[in-house]
């Protein structure tokens, strides 16, 4: 049997089987028009099948090469600095507390220098297909309005749009955190794996060399992406503030063919804490997750894969075995 590579196989799933939940879970969070804050799966799945059927499939794929070329940015920013700075790109089996202050300094540094690409990505990703112009829209776009958004030319922007300094804390904060928890859970996955075990793990088993570390990734970046969910819905209403942004109407009226189809993403925010504050002040606690519901969809999806390859392999092994 032959497996594909471990990242190859996580970055597969986690960006492309997952676009369509991280699709719909962005436009909720920069949609503070509607009514339905969709914290559920049962209702996101609803939207999502409707926007889906009015549009074509390609309304939940949007977006989907640039996540890959901000995955390549963020991958060779880090492995620049690390090579210009002394900071660790890997820990070492021991590490030190300054050492680890440096890993994470990396993956803050790194997270400032995607920003305005991520930022544009995140654009692609939420720019409803109506309003899209197919004609100059094209994979290299991310990189385009990325140093645009970087050097301050190109298309004006409204009044309303944050200079990229104030982004960055927000933007090094998610990243660090989210790189933290994960790490941490995933460590912590594997070693109570592996005190619960009677027997030593055997590496030529498949079963054992592969699928305890994709169960504690997905447990990972599943605690991350909820604890810092409130984090990323902020960011990314600050990102899209004063980019001329319009995204799909994500109430469930979509679905009964009343309502708005589009609608502009106009907020005020003054910055991050200011953000914060009229999330809170006029939305409620309930604000800060919307679209929770699609992240819900995405890693049950996710644990559902899993759960079917291990068993599909476990199968494979035992017919093998038995011949």
């Given amino acids: 049997v032959t497996f594909v590579p471990l990242p190859v196989r996580s970055l597969f799933t986690e960006n492309v089987l997952a676009h369509p939940c991280i699709v719909f879970r962005r436009q909720c969070q920069v949609n503070y028009h509607a009514r339905c804050y969709h914290l559920t799966p049962f209702s996101a799945v609803a939207v999502m099948y409707a926007i889906t059927k009015a549009q074509g499939p390609k309304a939940l794929w949007k977006g989907m090469g640039s996540t890959f070329i901000v995955h390549g940015i963020t991958l060779g920013a880090e492995g620049v600095i690390s090579e210009i700075t002394p900071l660790h790109r890997e820990l070492p089996h021991r590490w030190s507390w300054k050492?680890?202050?440096?890993?994470?300094?990396?993956k803050g540094?790194?997270?400032?220098?995607?920003l305005p690409f991520y930022c544009a990505s995140l654009i692609e990703t939420v720019q409803s297909e109506i309003v899209r112009d197919e004609a100059s829209s094209g994979l290299l776009d991310c990189i385009r309005e990325g140093l645009t958004r970087l050097l301050g030319v190109g298309a004006p922007h409204s009044r309303r749009l944050l200079p990229l300094s104030s982004?960055?804390?927000?933007?090094?904060?998610?990243?660090?955190?989210?790189?933290?928890?994960?790490?941490?859970v995933q460590r912590a996955a594997m070693w109570l794996h592996q005190r619960g075990r009677k027997q030593r793990a055997d590496p030529s088993n498949p079963l054992d060399a592969y699928f305890p570390e994709l169960a504690a990734a997905w447990a990972g970046s599943l605690v991350a992406d909820v604890m810092l969910f409130p984090l990323e819905t902020a960011l990314h209403r600050l990102s899209l503030q004063g980019t001329r942004t319009i995204i799909d109407?994500?109430?469930?009226?979509?679905?009964?063919?009343?309502?708005p189809l589009v609608l502009p993403v106009n907020t005020q925010y003054d910055g991050f804490s200011d953000c914060l504050h009229a999330i809170r002040r006029k939305e409620g606690v309930a604000g800060f997750y919307r679209g929770f519901g699609a992240l819900a969809a995405q890693y049950a999806l996710h644990g559902a894969l899993l759960a079917a390859a291990r068993t599909l392999l476990r199968l494979l092994l035992l017919e093998g075995g038995a011949r």
């Avoid at 050492?99 to 990396?106: D, R």
């Avoid at 540094?109 to 995607?114: C, G, R």
């Avoid at 960055?168 to 941490?184: C, E, G, N, V």
């Fill in 99 to 106: 050492q680890l202050a440096g890993h994470l300094l990396l």
């Fill in 109 to 114: 540094l790194t997270a400032a220098v995607a």
């Fill in 167 to 184: 982004l960055l804390l927000p933007a090094a904060l998610h990243a660090i955190l989210r790189y933290a928890i994960a790490t941490s």
């Fill in 249 to 259: 109407a994500t109430d469930g009226v979509v679905a009964a063919g009343s309502g």
